[in-house]
């Protein structure tokens, strides 16, 4: 069971969401305003938020902003009823880890947050595998779930460091974009490579001193991603 809280002032959708997810044994608070909403969220708690783009009181972006700020990394799926990739990249690009455009599937809502919940589970159910990971100036603590470059910290999202850790852990093994679908979103829909693509250049652009030239994080032309091998 975890608590879910949904901004979304459409309150159709929002009743709909909210019957799916107690269906399956959620908590569920629901706001209908942006400036409510985040101020619950960052004075409650909460293991997923469910925001809409488009909001009263704070949009969603700035809400999503807010959140990150505060240094709070956990889960935040998007909706929106814009289908432009632009403000889909932006919603990503902000701090979200995923998003969906209206009208969706609920079938397929209620997949994705429960793949958020099985990622949630896994990382905190992980006590074996503590061991600090590093690569020249790059250090990447998982227990903490800590990145620094040198002296400074690096503020991830919960998939940028899962992305960062996986491929970090395997130096020199290239994932395709379908397999970090599975390991780390824990679905696979054909179509969504651009979500991978958003959350690498958004990793690249934090880790990376010239995102257009990585040292960490390398593409594997025609194939997908994969972690520097060579010193």
């Known amino acids: 069971m975890k608590d879910i809280l949904i901004i979304e002032d459409e309150h159709d959708i929002a009743e709909l969401i909210t019957l799916h997810l107690k269906s399956l044994g959620h908590r569920v608070t629901h706001f209908d305003n942006g400036k409510i909403g985040y101020s619950y969220a960052i004075s409650n708690p909460w293991d997923i938020m ?18 990150r700020a505060k240094e709070v990394n956990k889960p935040i799926l998007m909706l929106t009823a814009n289908s432009e990739e632009d403000d889909k990249i ?3 690009n902000i701090g979200a880890d995923d998003y969906m455009t209206k009208p969706f599937s609920v079938k397929e809502l209620t997949a994705r947050v429960s793949a958020m919940v099985r990622r949630a589970d896994i990382q905190k159910s992980e006590t074996e595998d ?7 100036d790059l250090l990447v603590d998982k227990k903490k779930r800590k990145v620094t470059i040198g002296d400074n910290r690096v503020e991830l999202t919960p998939k940028e460091f899962d992305l960062l850790h996986l491929l970090m ?8 974009r379908k397999d970090l679908l599975n390991q780390i979103w824990s679905y696979d829909f054909d179509g969504y490579d651009h979500t991978v693509n958003s959350h690498i250049n958004r990793l690249r652009s934090k880790v990376e001193k010239d995102p257009n030239t990585p040292e960490y994080v390398l593409t594997t032309w025609g194939v997908g991603y994969r972690f520097n091998d060579f010193e």
């Open 50 to 67: 469910i925001l809409d783009l488009n909001l009263p009181g704070l949009s969603g972006i700035e809400v999503c902003q807010k959140v």
């Open 169 to 176: 852990s395997n130096p020199g093994v290239t994932y395709s």
């Open 130 to 136: 503590h061991k600090e990971l590093v690569f020249r």
């Open 90 to 92: 932006l919603g990503l």
